[in-house]
């Protein structure tokens, strides 16, 4: 039976015909109450459940066979805690019938199919998550679909962290349990986002976001209390402190406790750090997000070691949001390495994940990266590995070269932004339970006179958090868009006056504020980086270097040290400019690297290419090394000298 299982899930083309060879039984029980409906005293309930019966039974019948066997042998796996056959069955089968019979309608109810699976509440909660979150990807979710998502998420969790009998009898893969808490949390958001725009919306939907229970589905609140219990129930910070001090397992096996010792536990605490990572992300927290990835760190994209394996796209959304966490905080150094780290990762690995369903995420993910590494460039220009920064160059170039003249530049870098950040969120849902202060928020007086007050007095408005950020980088952008002009003049000269700097700009500029423009282009040459301390902690250390927070770069994600990140260094004398240009030397060991491959792809195409002289067809040689076949009378035979055939002389 076991080997059928593997050989069900593995076929190809033939599916519902392998699924069809399996000898499951479809315990289905029969209706047995027809003559109940003969009944002059049966009252108006039990009419009611009997015509649900018949109503379920109809449905149930209209299931294909092939979903009703692969529910079953789901069911079976999960009950005997089969990892192998619930991977395949997860990461296979599910996707496979879903192209084939669901890819534009719903999954049936899981009370449709609970005779399948012996009213097993716990598989049908799983199954419910897997169907909503059928409905988020592939279908459009209406207000119900938003609150039972919630309440479904909500049975799991209770299920997993309230449990009487301490940790749950549950194995689930890796895949699955991040999928589990990365799909809570896109929910969270979308509803945050359908929440935020109050208009457009029915008497009913506004009704139902009114009411308790709409103020506190999705909340905030629930989403991290959610994420932290967690995190405290598997202990995973401590098992991580623990792992990193080297002691033994007997010694982490005490400190954990008997939650922290399940793999189900220690994963979902560390798919939860990362879920905290993404959420304070999306509310604006961004020195908070990179402040609970301490323990954790950010894995295989920074060249660090992950406590276990890990999906794919675990590791490139904890990249993609700790880079954007450094780009709005102005660390761009640090959100270069992590961007430039993980994509580097992600070209290493594509081989490997190609044939992942989460492969077009993860390629969408990377995309959004390399759009953030080119305002990365723009704002604050650093080395970077050649492979990532040639791909930058060829998708970007132009874009890059826009934004670098200054603020004509700024829509470009507007759209660039837009397209690559993630949809942010606010904390506070409009006042829903409020219809007078709801109706003045969505459509807000216009004033009649010039003494009228402004709709932006007293009365309350929308603001889009993805709008507030941009507004934020913006402004530094713009702060920032004389530096370019003034970088491409001091690179001509060794000192030059201020008030010969003024004259090459535009008319109007006098000396002073081209000595402000300086002192702007002073500071965009520094910033806080962990470029150096990351990787070598001790040797900071040991030489004292000082930090940001005033201490040594250690393990924190926060800590840095201030460097210069500009070539072009000057000091003021009065009014004369000295300016000295650092050329920084070229990295020969990946110079030589590239260009020996590069040299060993053109050998290979020579060694593969006809020997000069040779017709195209002759493919065969004689003996001494000449070919045979028919000689071009159009080219003259070699009456002298050896003859070489590439590697040996013949």
């Known amino acids: 039976m076991s080997a059928q299982r593997v050989a069900l899930w ?3 083309p033939d599916l519902d015909d392998d699924i069809n060879d399996v000898d499951i039984p479809l315990t289905i029980p029969p209706y047995q109450n027809a003559d109940l409906y003969d009944d002059p005293n049966l009252d108006e309930s039990a009419l009611l459940a009997v015509q649900a019966q018949i109503a379920q039974q109809t449905a149930l019948a209209q299931i294909p066979d092939v979903v009703k066997r692969f529910i079953i042998h789901f069911h079976q796996a999960v009950l005997d805690n089969d990892l192998p056959e619930i991977t395949l069955a997860y990461e296979s089968g599910w996707n496979r019938l879903t192209e084939k019979f669901y890819a534009r309608t719903e999954w049936p109810e899981a009370e449709i199919i609970a005779p399948l699976v012996n009213d097993d509440q716990i598989f049908l909660i799983l199954y419910r998550e897997l169907c909503y979150r059928h409905v988020y990807s592939r279908l459009q979710p209406d207000i119900d679909d938003r609150f039972h ?33 990365d799909e809570f949390i896109y929910q969270f958001q979308s509803f945050a986002l359908y929440r935020s725009r109050p208009a457009n919306k029915t008497d009913e939907e506004l009704a139902m976001l009114g009411s308790e229970g709409g103020a506190q589905a999705w909340s905030s609140y629930s989403v991290l209390n959610v994420l932290y219990s967690l995190i405290q129930k598997s202990r995973v910070n401590e098992w991580l402190k623990a ?30 750090l990362i879920g905290l990572l993404r959420v304070h992300v999306l509310l604006g927290d961004f020195t908070l997000a990179l402040k609970v990835m301490d323990n954790a760190g950010l894995g295989l994209c920074a060249g660090e070691k992950v406590p276990f394996t890990a999906p794919t796209a675990t590791h490139v959304s904890t990249a993609y949001h700790a880079g954007v966490c450094y780009l709005m905080l102005r660390r761009f150094t640090d959100a270069a390495r ?38 990365c460039q723009t704002l604050a220009p650093t080395r970077l590995d050649d492979n990532v920064i040639n791909v930058v160059k060829e998708r970007y170039g132009e874009q890059m070269t826009r934004m670098g003249r200054g603020e004509e530049g700024l829509g470009t870098f507007e759209e660039i932004f837009l397209y690559a950040c993630p949809k942010f969120i606010t904390a ?23 003494s009228s007050p402004t709709p932006t007095s007293g009365t309350p408005t929308i603001t889009d958090p993805t709008q507030r950020h941009l507004r934020a980088l913006s402004a530094h952008f713009l702060a920032l868009s004389p530096v370019p002009t003034l970088r491409s003049l001091l690179k001509l000269y060794t000192s030059l006056d201020a008030r010969k700097l003024a004259g090459f700009l535009d008319a109007g500029v006098d000396e002073e504020e081209v000595l402000s423009w300086m002192m702007v282009m002073k500071n965009a040459g520094r910033c806080v980086g962990r470029v150096r301390g990351a990787a070598g902690a001790d040797k900071d250390e040991k030489n004292g270097a000082s930090t940001a927070n005033g201490s040594s770069a250690g393990s924190s994600l926060l800590d840095g040290e201030w460097m210069s990140i500009s070539d ?53 040689q004689g003996k001494g090394g000449e070919s045979k076949g028919d000689t071009s009378k159009d080219t003259a035979p070699r009456t002298s000298g050896q003859k070489v055939a590439w590697s040996k002389v013949v």
């Open 338 to 375: 992590v961007f430039t780290g993980c994509l580097n990762w992600v070209m290493r690995a594509r081989q490997y994940h190609t044939r992942s369903y989460q492969y077009d995420q993860i390629n969408k993910t990377a995309d959004r990266m390399y759009a953030l590494l080119a305002l």
């Open 428 to 450: 506070n849902p409009p006042p829903y339970n409020d219809p007078n202060t709801l109706a003045l928020l969505i459509n807000p007086p216009t004033p009649s006179s010039p």
């Open 568 to 620: 072009l260094n000057f000091v003021i004398d009065e009014n004369m400019i000295h300016i000295a240009e650092s050329t920084v030397g070229r990295r020969y060991a990946g110079w030589f690297i590239r260009n020996s491959e590069h040299a060993a792809r053109v050998f290979d195409g020579l060694r593969a290419s006809p020997l000069p002289g040779s017709l195209p067809g002759a493919k065969t």
């Open 149 to 181: 998502s919630y309440e479904n998420s909500c049975e799991l969790f209770n299920y997993l962290l309230n449990s009487e009998v301490g940790p749950v009898p549950l194995s689930l893969p890796a895949q699955w349990l991040w999928d589990i808490v």
């Open 243 to 272: 792992r990193a001090e080297g002691k033994s397992d007997e010694e982490i096996d005490e400190i954990v406790g008997e939650y922290g010792t399940k793999p189900l536990y220690r994963q979902l605490g560390y798919f939860s």
């Open 10 to 12: 593995a076929a190809e």
